[in-house]
């Protein structure tokens, strides 16, 4: 395996591992909507999304049954009110999500039990992670004695921090947690551990020293610290010619009639087209998407023994195509067309020379 390959091997599980969060005070319903797309890309599924109480119930209708929704309780303050805490993991609960994500009243470690023990009732048979917010903790006595009471709490997930203060998640709090999960046989195995806050993009990866990087990262440190910087040394790869050129959508609301869906198209025929035109090429093939309102993708596809010549032709054979989906049966939430197997435009005197070819053959 190269180190390429072994990276973007250890990149899918991270991905695998992550909690996509939406926390945001002015997000929309519009904004989940997205989140959930991503939540299911090319690369993979996420574990989860995480989202506000209110949003759960839109997000779990969004995505497909392998990504897990959570959602957050006593956010993010981490007050000692049970009632609150209480009320937020009853909404979690109702709106069919399966993960709590519930802070820990950090500055009233003595009250914590009480309402970690509420909550923990309240959302019997859901995933319940713990936020300890380590970085307000301050020191590594108050975080092992926040990991005990989760842990005595029953939690299924140590998780270090909210994002939402200067401090989120530390190398040295990391251990603590591990740690503290590693020690205890009963959580030894069972209880997870989610790292959240920290770094978040290049910009933060480039503050950090090259001697952080190497110790908590090995010689891929190195790596990362010279990437942030704008340092690359590999072989640059040649321009390649694209091989395809597509136009899709993702809908604001699922299309459940066909017609709406055949409009759509029509314009993505002509969008396509004009796109490939002004590369002076034409193409043979036509690939049609469909993901259908549980997330089923389907292709179809069809090649032609002559280039397509005008978007009149590219949409005739998606209409062909939509045919053999379920579209019209099915509620769609993203349409798609995408071109290949290109030429260029023949002159007058090849398409005579091909057209005479195609009639001798026919005769034999």
């Known amino acids: 395996m190269t180190d390429t390959e072994a990276l973007q091997a250890t ?22 909507e997205r989140l959930c797309e991503r939540a299911t890309g090319r690369f993979g599924a996420t ?11 839109l997000a779990r209708s969004l995505l497909p049954p392998k990504v897990a929704v959570a959602a957050v309780a006593n956010f993010p303050d981490g007050g000692s009110e049970i009632e609150r805490a209480v009320r937020d993991t009853g909404v979690i609960a109702d709106a069919g999500a399966q993960e709590v994500d ?48 989760a842990l005595d709490a029953g939690a299924d997930f140590l998780k270090t921090s909210t994002g ?20 205890d046989p009963q959580a ?7 790292p959240a806050g ?11 020293p090259l001697e952080f990087l190497e110790r908590e990262f090995g010689k891929f440190g190195s790596y990362l610290y010279e990437i942030a910087r704008g340092i690359d040394e590999r072989p640059v790869t040649p321009w390649r010619e694209r091989q395809s050129y597509g136009c899709e959508e993702t809908f604001p609301r699922d299309i459940p009639e066909k017609e709406p869906l055949l409009e759509f198209l029509r314009e993505c025929a002509k969008r396509v087209f004009l796109e490939l035109g002004q590369e002076g090429k ?11 309102f549980d997330f089923q993708t389907v292709t179809r596809r069809q090649t032609f023994d002559h280039l397509l010549t005008s978007p009149a032709d590219i949409f005739l054979a998606v209409k062909e195509l939509l045919e053999h989906t379920e579209a019209g049966l099915r509620p769609v939430r993203l349409a798609g067309i995408s071109l290949s197997n290109f030429s260029l435009p023949r002159s007058e005197e ?6 005479l070819f195609k009639e001798v053959k026919s005769k034999k």
Do not use: M
Not at 47 to 57: E, F, G, K, S, T
Not at 164 to 183: C, D, Q, W, Y
Not at 198 to 208: E, F, N, S
Not at 350 to 355: D, I, W, Y
């Open 11 to 32: 990149a899918r599980i991270a991905l695998a591992c992550l909690d996509l969060t939406s926390l945001n005070d002015s997000e929309t319903p519009a904004d989940i």
């Open 47 to 57: 574990a989860a999304v995480c989202v506000w109480p209110r949003r759960a119930a």
């Open 102 to 149: 519930v802070v820990l009243p950090y500055r009233d470690l003595a009250g914590a039990p009480t309402l970690l023990a509420a909550v923990r009732r309240a959302c019997a048979g859901l995933t319940l992670k713990v936020i300890l917010e380590t970085g307000e903790l301050k020191d590594e006595a108050a975080i092992r004695i926040a990991c005990r009471i």
């Open 164 to 183: 939402k203060h200067p401090v989120s998640a530390t190398p040295a709090a990391a251990r603590l947690l591990l740690a503290a999960i590693a020690g």
């Open 188 to 194: 030894r195995g069972r209880v997870g551990f989610k």
């Open 198 to 208: 920290g770094i978040r993009t290049v910009a933060d990866l480039g503050k950090k």
């Open 282 to 292: 034409q193409a043979r093939t036509v690939t049609l998407k469909i993901k259908y």
């Open 350 to 355: 090849e398409e005579a020379e091909a057209l």
